[in-house]
């Protein structure tokens, strides 16, 4: 029954997924396609209302059908608030990466209005307007000026794979392996609830495709057992049951701390939802971030999409959707092409402690125009901290007193914006004195403090139900009283995450 359900599941109306294929010049791809006087006037139509300022939300979703696409395929923000970077792939309608956008030097800077680049919108609270940025740079990688790549392949082996499915995924990684240079290195592994690690972090030729098993799901270091779904025996296989997709990415981060001086990326592939790991999907996310690794996750067959679309989004990655095994050598072919051949644009973003949605037009000509999304998440409160966790936004107080120095301002902002970012956190503020006066004075102080910060942040539309106030009088010293200076520092309000 599993079988079938998985046979039987149709991709949605209009399903037509481009995969990058080869690179041709962007002259080209104009004379292949006719001019559309009709299509053109309709995209200008929309423009003119996403450069006043209206909404790209609901204007993305009126763009009528293009013969090229537009595709974010990753965000770096470790360098944030200096530069954010966006990797966008742009795509004919025969998968050809269309060359030539920046210029003839492969490098362009856009200052005001661009005929092709021709908006860049990052809207958050600093920018509510969602005002264009006004100043960007373009950069076009291609195979000789990308950096060496390292790839962890993270696989789902449990049984609902399905014998003949298991063994397509298995000859598309090793089609994939032949796109990769001498400098590049992979990983394999394989999951099911245990992690098997079949190729360690490599950039071998003969290594790597010599241990990669093309065998279903067989697993030749197993014993094989028959696994029977609703009474329907599925397969007889090796490699167990289970699915523990959270402990296959890390192992996958494991092998990729292996290297330096190459782009990290871990691709997981999966075709149902966790139920044996024990990581959880926070932890990857940031056990990724820590490393500097992007997640590209490939949702197949009948699983459940969003939390491998967080595992991407909050890595700088991409969600790729797909609905059959012909699809398998493609999609990856398409990850490895899409870090050969895309654009970097490069800018400084407006200083927002809040998630930063990033939204794109790209103009070929009148008549070929696409948009791409995504977004990055500044906050200072992140959904994938951990419970428990204390963040560094501190509020200094002047001795014996609970009000708020005009110094905080932009703390208690960057606080708000995080809570409205992530609803579901619960916040506990809690205050702190220095050494001096009587311990019941001090605990009443503190706790005055930490009201006074929960009332700021209810002025400004914070439920009070979210925030938990609590004082510590001087029994927690940040650090020593043994100066001015430090007893300072001790006199606060800190934030610690108590639900999410």
């Known amino acids: 029954m599993l079988i079938k359900q998985i046979e039987d599941l149709k991709p949605p109306a209009g399903y037509k997924p481009i995969y990058q294929t080869s690179e041709k010049p962007v002259d080209s791809v104009l004379r292949m396609v006719p001019y559309s006087e009709l299509k053109a006037l309709a995209y200008d139509s929309i423009l003119q209302k996403l450069e006043v300022n209206a909404s790209f939300s609901d204007s993305i979703s009126t763009l009528p059908a293009s013969a090229i696409s537009t595709s974010l395929l990753g965000i770096d923000d470790r360098n944030y608030p200096d530069s954010i970077i966006l990797k966008i792939g742009v795509k004919d309608e025969r998968g050809f990466f269309v060359r030539g956008l920046a210029g003839p030097d492969r490098k362009k800077v856009i200052t005001g209005k661009d005929s092709i680049w021709r908006l ?20 076009e990688i291609n195979e000789d000026s990308r950096k060496p790549i390292a790839i962890s392949m993270v696989l789902d082996h449990s049984p609902s794979m399905g014998e003949m499915r298991a063994r397509k995924l298995q000859e598309a990684v090793r089609n994939t392996m032949d796109m990769l240079t001498d400098e590049d290195a992979i990983s394999v592994i394989k999951f099911t609830s245990k992690i098997h690690r079949e190729i360690p972090l490599t950039s071998d030729y003969e290594t790597y495709t010599s241990q ?11 014993i094989p057992i028959r696994v029977t779904f ?4 599925i397969v007889e296989q090796g490699y167990g049951g289970g699915t523990a997709i959270y402990d296959g990415a890390i192992a996958g981060i494991e092998e990729l701390q292996k290297i330096s001086n190459t782009r990290r990326v871990m691709i997981v592939f999966s075709d149902g939802g966790d ?15 820590t490393h500097g690794v992007n997640i590209h996750t490939i949702a197949y067959g009948i699983t459940d999409e969003e939390p491998l679309r967080a595992l991407a989004e909050s890595t700088g990655g991409k969600l790729y959707r797909i609905y059959s095994t012909k699809e398998f050598p493609f999609v990856l072919a398409d990850i490895v092409k899409s870090m050969k051949n895309h654009y970097v644009i490069s800018y400084a973003p407006p200083i927002s402690a809040d998630i930063h949605r990033v939204f794109g037009i790209v103009s070929l000509r009148k008549d070929l125009v696409s948009a791409f999304r995504g977004s990055y998440d500044k906050s200072i409160l992140h ?3 951990a419970i428990g966790t204390m963040h560094s936004a501190l509020i200094e107080f002047e001795k014996g007193s609970s009000a708020i120095p005009a110094s905080a301002n932009q703390v208690l902002q960057d606080v708000f914006y995080s809570l409205k970012s992530s609803p579901n956190i619960t916040l506990e503020i809690r205050g702190h004195t220095d050494d001096i006066g009587k311990e019941e004075d001090n605990a009443q102080l503190s706790l005055s403090r930490a009201q006074s910060v ?18 510590k009088g001087k029994n927690m010293p940040l650090v020593p009283n043994d100066s001015e200076e430090s007893r300072k520092k001790n006199r606060r ?8």
């Open 120 to 139: 860049l919108i990052d809207s958050c609270g600093a920018n509510p307007g969602q005002i264009g940025l006004s100043r960007y740079s373009i950069r």
């Open 275 to 289: 139920n044996s790991s024990k990581a959880d999907q926070d932890s990857v996310i940031r056990y990724a971030r």
């Open 212 to 222: 990669l098993n093309i065998d279903g799901l067989r697993g030749e270091s197993a």
């Open 383 to 385: 959904a994938w901290d």
């Open 230 to 233: 609703n009474a329907d025996t």
């Open 454 to 471: 929960a009332g700021a942040l209810i002025a400004k539309g914070i439920k009070q139900s979210r925030l938990i106030i609590t004082g």
């Open 493 to 500: 309000t800190e934030f610690i995450i108590k639900q999410k």
